[in-house]
Nanobody
Framework: QVQLVESGGGLVQPGGSLRLSCVAS????????MNWYRQAPGKARELVAS????????TYGDSVKGRFTISRDNAKNTVYLQMNSLKPEDTAVYSC?????WGQGTQVTVSS
C-alpha cells in the first residue's frame, strides 16, 4: 500500500529556511504526481505545491509562490519542499500526498 514518510520540519525564525522531504513506497513513484499540503490549527487543509510525475510541471499556491520550491528525485522515491523566507503564517503541519495516500505530516513552526 501507499506509504509516505515526511521529515525536515522544525522551529525556525521568520525569514529562515527549511527543506522538507517525503519518501514514498508501495507504488511506482516515478509514474505519479506528488503534492504537498499544509493545515494550520483551525484552518482548512491547503494545497501548497504539486509536481508532475517527471518533474516537468510544478504549481504553487498563491501564498507560497516565489518562496517555496517543490522538486523530486525519482531515483530516491523522494519529493522535496524547499521553503525560504518563511513567515509566521506558514506555521502548519505539512503532509505529502499521492495516489490517495497521506503521510503522517511534519510540523513547521515559524516564530521568533
Amino acid at each position: 500500500q501507499v506509504q509516505l514518510v515526511e521529515s525536515g520540519g522544525g522551529l525556525v525564525q521568520p525569514g529562515g529556511s527549511l527543506r522538507l522531504s517525503c519518501v514514498a513506497s508501495g507504488f511506482t513513484f516515478s509514474s505519479y504526481s506528488m503534492n504537498w499540503y499544509r493545515q494550520a490549527p483551525g484552518k482548512a487543509r491547503e494545497l501548497v505545491a504539486s509536481i508532475s510525475y517527471n518533474g516537468a510541471r510544478t504549481t504553487y499556491g498563491d501564498s507560497v509562490k516565489g518562496r517555496f520550491t517543490i522538486s523530486r528525485d525519482n531515483a530516491k522515491n523522494t519529493v522535496y519542499l524547499q521553503m525560504n523566507s518563511l513567515k509566521p503564517e506558514d506555521t502548519a503541519v505539512y503532509s505529502c500526498n499521492a495516489k490517495g495516500g497521506w503521510g503522517q505530516g511534519t510540523q513547521v513552526t515559524v516564530s521568533s
